[in-house]
């Protein structure tokens, strides 16, 4: 079993600065995409920012120039920074992670979500 737990959320005035911390932990051989997540009220769930295990990145428009994902292989861990936060970043954010468990099955996975406001 693979456990993803963030770490990281809470309140910020617009333009202030986030920084959102996940670990996945339990049976794990490797992690491969790592990811971040996104659910705004009545809105679906979006894709934010992934990085494969080597390192590239692929962010949404709305957030390029703005949030750094990054990630540990060593440590399976995965960050968002996110700078010049703006109101309309305000959700829950999901850390996702793509790993073959101990016998090397391949599965996806989700954190529980932390949330993130975004307000004066």
């Known amino acids: 079993q693979v456990q993803l737990v963030e770490s990281g959320g809470g309140l910020v005035q617009p333009g202030g600065s986030l920084r959102l911390s996940c670990v996945a932990s339990?049976?794990?051989?490797?992690?491969?995409?790592m990811g971040w997540y996104r659910q705004a009220p009545g809105k679906q769930r979006e894709l934010v920012a992934v990085i494969a295990r080597g390192g590239i990145e692929n962010y949404v428009d709305s957030v390029k120039g703005r949030f750094t994902i990054s990630r540990d292989n060593a440590k399976s861990t995965v960050s968002l920074q996110m700078n010049s936060l703006r109101p309309e970043d305000t959700a829950v954010y999901y850390c996702n992670a793509v790993a073959l468990d101990q016998y090397l099955r391949e599965d996806t996975y989700w954190g529980q979500g932390t949330q993130v406001t975004v307000s004066s």
């Open positions: 339990g049976r794990i051989f490797s992690t491969k995409t």
